[in-house]
């Protein structure tokens, strides 16, 4: 715990007590130090296109164990230095000022920048991350220790649920927490760009960006532009969250009865979403029948959306039979345009939301142990 605290002094130190460095006007300066480099060796500046470095901007050659790019900055955008015959790359962010990288010839990523306000929050960030990750690895290290003590299982399949659930967020935290830097805005932009990103904490982190850095410059407003788009088309507008209250729905079960949510709802219901013709669905289904055996007692219920269509109908009461899904089973049979579906949010299956007795969302997208886990540990 002293080491954690340390760490995070440290990290506040480094973003609020380092003196900023002089700039001449937009100009910048990336000296690099690349001892062990063999002369001639060429340096690359690479921009990146949807997370991936692939553009070379600039190139120098190394030479005495020293090379320097030199440019002028319109805005703080992400670059990535690539050295021939050193592996790997590093990421850093390219602004006006003097940037120092001081390269460790035998992987390129674990170099270190200094120089600039943003590369500062950025070292800070990658800290933050790399302790994130050695976390998450130690807990996957004693939950494959712990298979012989099922008490201790439990105890840290949810430490384990905890931290990805951190880890999930905190990247829109980081962002939230650091609303005047730059690196924010870039940073939000690479989130946006990934699939599934999620909708809700994308706006908050958004709305919680300077406006004065909004448009600061013409890269900036770009930047916002992009950002803009991509909240305006996620398919995940209406995605719901933990926290949030279940929206109720009531849909068609096989003997076309309506069954609405609100009228079945028990101590703990999950909500599952999956499909006659979804493999990875019916793996989990035998998960779910063993959960609903030991807990409809205690008070669990489920009640499953397929995502089939009208063409399938068959094939999903035959696959309720065969599975023996004897809890509530319903659907609109309209498959990727159920209402129940979008509403949710929901387009990857399987996908299942706990709810508590008052109806509000708990946990969303456990399956297998990890949902099992939740269970007992709610109901037990």
Known sequence: MRTR???????????????????????????????????????????????????????????????????????????????????????FVLEAGEIEIEVIKDNLKTSTISGTSNNSVFNAYKLLTQQKQDDLKAIRIA?????????????????????????????????????????????????????????????????????????????NQDIVFKIEQKLQNNPNKSKVLIGDKAPDFSAPNPDGKDIRLSEIQGKVTIIDFWASWCKPCRVENPNLVNLYNTYQSKGLEIISVSLDQKTQKEAWITAIEKDQLSWFNVSNLKSWQDPIARTYGVNSIPATFIMDENGTVISEGLRGAALVAKIKALLD
């Open 5 to 91: 605290i340390i760490t995070l002094i440290s990290i506040t130190l480094l973003i609020g007590c380092k003196p900023s460095t002089p700039q001449l006007e937009d100009n910048y300066s990336v000296h690099i130090k690349a001892e062990g480099v063999y002369n001639g060796l060429r340096a690359y500046l690479m921009k990146f296109d949807r997370g991936r470095s692939k553009i070379a901007t600039d190139t120098a050659i190394v030479f005495n164990g020293v090379t320097t790019f030199k440019g002028n900055s319109n805005g703080a955008e992400m670059r990535a230095l690539r050295i021939d015959g050193v592996n790997g790359q590093l990421p």
């Open 143 to 219: 939950i494959s220790e712990a298979k012989d003590n099922p008490k201790l299982l439990q105890s840290l399949q949810q430490k384990g649920d905890s931290l990805r659930k951190d880890f999930k967020l905190y990247g829109f935290e980081f962002i939230k927490n650091h609303s005047t830097a730059e690196f924010s805005l870039l940073m939000l932009n690479e989130l946006t760009s990934r699939n599934n990103f999620d909708y809700k904490l994308a706006v908050n982190a958004f709305e919680s960006i300077d406006p004065a850095l909004k448009t600061k410059n013409k890269a």
